[in-house]
């Protein structure tokens, strides 16, 4: 069992070439169950559930200044490569890595720190992929409670690198930020920004750091 603090942004090149736009940090986190079977002293492969929430925040600086901060949160499903040192060290080092499956479980969009109602955000959560892949790693560090818990400590890193949004959300974004004064509901083009010449949107990235601790508990040996 762990969780820990994380740190997110919703990168998009569009949105980073537009000078309309500054991102922000938001302060994120996750929570969740591991569980790994190891080949040996040294080797194992892990899964589990974590609830995660990503944040991003980008505050528009045109004709009309607001804060915007984006939030997408999901079950994920990692399977992930452990390595660990000695374990029947006091202390041990460990170290994972693997592909990371984000299931979609709800989205919201706040304005000045204000969220949507229950309808537009059942609608924004629209824009939003069911499943989006990504990959992560953790390393830290590890201490021997007896022979069966151990207590851990370490830092985490990783993204996403499919399109966190839906081809048909980004076809209305291009289709609304290339007609301005046509409202394509319930799609929110506040925000995004789109090639001019082609129409189109760019994948949608979403990178993570932060940090982790739990307890391990071991079930056999």
């Known amino acids: 069992m762990k969780l820990g603090p994380l740190a997110t942004l919703f990168v998009n090149q569009q949105d980073s070439d537009n000078g309309a736009y500054e991102y922000e940090v938001r302060s994120a986190g996750f929570s969740g ?17 974590q609830f995660a929430s990503y944040r991003t925040g980008q505050p528009f600086t045109g004709t009309q200044p607001r804060e915007l901060t984006q939030i997408s949160q999901y079950l994920m499903v990692p399977l992930h490569l452990h390595v660990n040192s000695d374990p ?18 709800g989205a919201d969009i706040k304005f000045n720190d204000i ?7 059942e609608d924004f959560e629209r824009l939003r992929q069911s499943l989006v892949v990504g990959a992560g790693m953790g390393a830290g560090v590890g201490i021997n ?9 370490g830092v985490v890193i ?13 076809e209305a974004i291009a289709i609304s930020n290339s007609n301005p004064d046509k409202n394509y509901a319930p799609y ?7 090639d ?6 760019t994948t949608t990235f979403i990178p993570k750091a932060g940090g982790e601790l739990g307890v391990k508990v071991k079930l056999f040996q």
């Open 196 to 201: 001019i010449k082609t129409g189109e949107r």
């Open 115 to 121: 969220g949507l109602d229950d309808q537009a955000k």
């Open 145 to 153: 409670v007896g022979s069966l818990i151990t207590i851990f400590a």
């Open 33 to 49: 169950l591991t569980v790994a079977y190891h080949f040996n002293d040294k080797l194992g492969l892990g899964t589990g559930l």
């Open 188 to 194: 929110s083009t506040e925000g995004f920004s789109v």
């Open 158 to 170: 990783g993204g996403t690198f499919t399109d966190l949004y839906t081809d048909e959300a980004k």
């Open 88 to 105: 029947s060290s006091t202390a041990m080092g460990y170290f994972y890595f693997g592909p990371e499956f984000h299931f979609n479980t």
